[in-house]
């Protein structure tokens, strides 16, 4: 059986450019093996819906709540890969931090965050899959951005 992670790829809007390009990702490095960059996420625990893992995961690898978080709704991306010859798949949902200046607060898991507009975050990402999910991300914002 697959490993299941959930997690959230949180933006804000940055009040210096116009939209699009206000738009910056939250991402994490791990303090541990390479040192990659990714969105909060963590593996489901036992009884726990997916959307309960992401939100306690971001809580507690960003020390961003519920309450500091508003999901945006329609869309959600899952990854599939291997970790160490296991299969794994995660899912990731996107959700805007409400209030910008929100201090991002990382456990010992994390060494460091950045906020990123699109560009610098799909480099710092790596991963393909993690690219194409930013930027799936990125035009599911923009279109909404164009209803508005």
Known sequence: MALRACGFIVFRLASCSPPPDNIEYLLLQTSYGAHHWTPPKGHVDP?????????RETGEEAGLGADHLRVIDGFVQELHYEVRGRPKEVLYWLAELRDPGTAVTLSEEHQDYRWARLE????LAQY??????????H?????????H
């Open 128 to 137: 393909k899959d993690l690219q194409d999910t930013l930027r799936a991300a």
């Open 120 to 123: 610098e975050a799909c480099a």
């Open 139 to 147: 035009r599911h914002l923009e279109a909404r951005e164009d209803k």
């Open 47 to 55: 009884g726990e819906d997916d959307l309960t893992t992401a939100l």
